[in-house]
T-cell receptor, first 117, second 113 residues
Framework: DTGVSQDPRHKITKRGQNVTFRCDPI?????LYWYRQTLGQGPEFLTYFQNEAQLEKSRLLSDRFSAERPKGSFSTLEIQRTEQGDSAMYLCASSLRSLAPMGDTQYFGPGTRLTVL | DAKTTQPPSMDCAEGRAANLPCNHS???????VYWYRQIHSQGPQYIIH???NNETNEMASLIITEDRKSSTLILPHATLRDTAVYYCIVRANYGGSQGNLIFGKGTKLSVKP
């Protein structure tokens, strides 16, 4: 399977614990996005990388959240001191920067479902 | 906020065409119309996108009005597996905040036998 993969698919944690999620984008995709989706809502943008540089962060990304993409390939999203409000689906998407008019389509992974007790 | 308006829900009979409308009256000249769908508990799946010409692929057809203020996604022969939330999104093809996908609530399509 050459699509976007995410690990783990499900995570249950207790309030106050730290969690880390991993995203492996489609090979050669240089752009990587993180989104969060709560129940009944559409996904909301969190942050964006082009290669290893984090170029954009949403105001939704509090100080407890940090994302990295150290070698421009896989990315990690860490949440420190989790709160019950962090319970959501965390989605990763990747795309290939393209100057072609129809380029730069984002493809999503299956998501990581986080439950904070 | 999402720049599109979609009906919250629609039903379609299995085997019939599903026509999902989307209004995007404030679309800019450099913005594309994208369609994604999300089957329960899965990540969004890309369907199709277009700028001003009608587009067709193996999944669907996208019809964009001449003034680009609205579009219709057509699933020619809906199956039960097409039951999902369908999102219509307008975005420019740039990275960063200009290129982010801004999802609304979408249309919940229920395909019935």
């Amino acid at each position: 399977d050459t699509g976007v993969s995410q690990d783990p698919r499900h995570k249950i944690t207790k309030r106050g614990q730290n969690v880390t999620f991993r995203c492996d984008p489609i090979s050669e995709h240089n752009r990587l996005y993180w989104y969060r989706q709560t129940l009944g809502q559409g996904p909301e943008f969190l942050t964006y990388f082009q290669n290893e540089a984090q170029l954009e962060k949403s105001r939704l990304l509090s100080d407890r959240f940090s994302a990295e993409r150290p070698k421009g390939s896989f990315s990690t999203l860490e949440i420190q001191r989790t709160e019950q409000g962090d319970s959501a689906m965390y989605l990763c998407a990747s795309s290939l920067r393209s100057l072609a008019p129809m380029g730069d389509t984002q493809y999503f992974g299956p998501g990581t479902r986080l439950t904070v007790l | 906020d999402a720049k599109t308006t979609q009906p919250p829900s629609m039903d379609c009979a299995e085997g019939r065409a599903a026509n999902l409308p989307c209004n995007h009256s404030t679309i800019s000249g450099n913005e594309y119309v994208y369609w994604y769908r999300q089957i329960h508990s899965q990540g969004p799946q890309y369907i199709i996108h277009g700028l001003k010409n009608n587009e067709t692929n193996e999944m669907a057809s996208l019809i964009i009005t001449e003034d680009r203020k609205s579009s219709t996604l057509i699933l020619p022969h809906a199956t039960l597996r097409d039951t999902a939330v369908y999102y219509c999104i307008v975005r420019a093809n740039y990275g960063g905040s200009q290129g982010n996908l801004i999802f609304g609530k979408g249309t919940k399509l229920s395909v019935k036998p």
